[in-house]
Nanobody
Framework: QVQLVESGGGLVQPGGSLRLSCSAS????????VAWFRQAPGKEREGVSC????????TYLDSVKGRFTISRDHYKNTFYLQMNSLKSEDTAVYYC???????????????????WGQGTQVTVSS
């Protein structure tokens, strides 16, 4: 069964950093477009970053550009979201997602992704 397993969420003070991880079982992420989404209470799920590996193309939500970085570890079959300079408005449940094939340029639209992680809470608060 295809699974994405997330880890790395938690409570952090404004200005702090967190790294989220998403590991895949049963399939090789090298052939997938991967993405991170988030959903705050009362808001729609929004795309934070998405990445197509074949052309190393990456898309970021405007509000996280320069602060968040998506990356992959091909040997561990895992991808990451490094989040720096966190703000209170980054508080949300974060989800990783993947879809087979390359979406070029990568689009962070939830309906395009077939596989989802379980979600991890990120809370930015003093």
């Amino acid at each position: 069964q295809v699974q994405l397993v997330e880890s790395g969420g938690g409570l952090v003070q404004p200005g702090g950093s967190l790294r989220l991880s998403c590991s895949a079982s049963e399939f090789n992420l090298d052939y997938y477009t991967v993405a991170w989404f988030r959903q705050a209470p009362g808001k729609e799920r929004e795309g934070v970053s998405c990445h197509s590996t074949s052309v190393t193309t990456t898309t970021y939500l405007d509000s996280v550009k320069g602060r968040f970085t998506i990356s992959r570890d091909h040997y561990k079959n895992t991808f990451y979201l490094q989040m720096n300079s966190l703000k209170s408005e980054d508080t949300a449940v974060y989800y990783c997602a993947a879809t087979e094939g390359m979406i070029v340029p990568p689009k962070c639209e939830p309906g395009l992704y077939d596989y989802w992680g379980q979600g991890t809470q990120v809370t930015v608060s003093s």
